[in-house]
């Protein structure tokens, strides 16, 4: 099993240029959120507790999460117990209010996430392993402990296999190409 550390390099490599890096800091919340919009419906009653496809989510997540670290672990648990309760709250809407919300916060996030690899001159890592679309929330709450000057020890261990945060130069040629910064050397992970 892959520990934090090399879920979170890994994840990592692909966000190094501090713009990217903010980029996420919103379309991640927004992509979660809007997932647990859209898959709150529909809704099961079970044994007095509801159910739904978002709550599965939920709970696989804080699975993965929790296995990786006890710490962050609760944090994500608590943090995705919001999302599925944000969504829940949408989902009990009309239909045209749940849809275009959960769609809408979906496509703005995405957006934001691509400009913010635009930047970085990288695709994102999801494209070379799909364990990046659950890395990601957990990826964004460690960058913010780190703005905090929390796990410190944790961003030591990262930047020595994934390379430090820097504002990457912009070579439009490779961008328009559709293959950003794939000629660029990376630290291995």
């Given at each position: ?75 994500m648990t608590m943090l995705m117990g919001l999302s ?106």
């Amino acid at each position: 099993m892959k520990s934090l550390v090399d879920h979170l390099s890994q994840y990592a490599a692909y966000h190094r240029d501090p713009r990217n890096i903010a980029s996420h800091f919103i379309g991640i919340p927004l992509i979660v959120v809007a997932v647990a919009v859209l898959l709150s419906r529909p809704e099961w009653s079970v044994g007095g507790l509801w159910l739904s496809p978002a709550v599965l989510l939920a709970l696989f997540s804080a699975w993965f999460y929790l296995r990786l670290e006890l710490a962050l672990g609760v944090l994500m648990t608590m943090l995705m117990g919001l999302s599925v309760w944000a969504g829940h709250v949408l989902a009990a809407q009309s239909t045209a209010v749940w849809l275009s919300s959960g769609v809408g916060m979906f496509v703005v996030g995405w957006v934001i996430q691509f400009i913010g690899h635009y930047y970085e001159g990288r695709k994102p890592a999801f494209v070379d392993d799909v364990s990046g679309l659950i890395v990601g929330p957990l990826f964004v709450v460690a960058e913010l402990a780190f703005l905090l000057g929390l796990r410190q020890d944790l961003k030591r261990q990262i930047e020595e296999r994934s390379g430090p945060v820097a504002r990457r130069g912009l070579d439009r040629s490779h961008a328009l190409r559709g293959n950003a910064g794939q000629d660029a050397p990376r630290p291995k992970a």
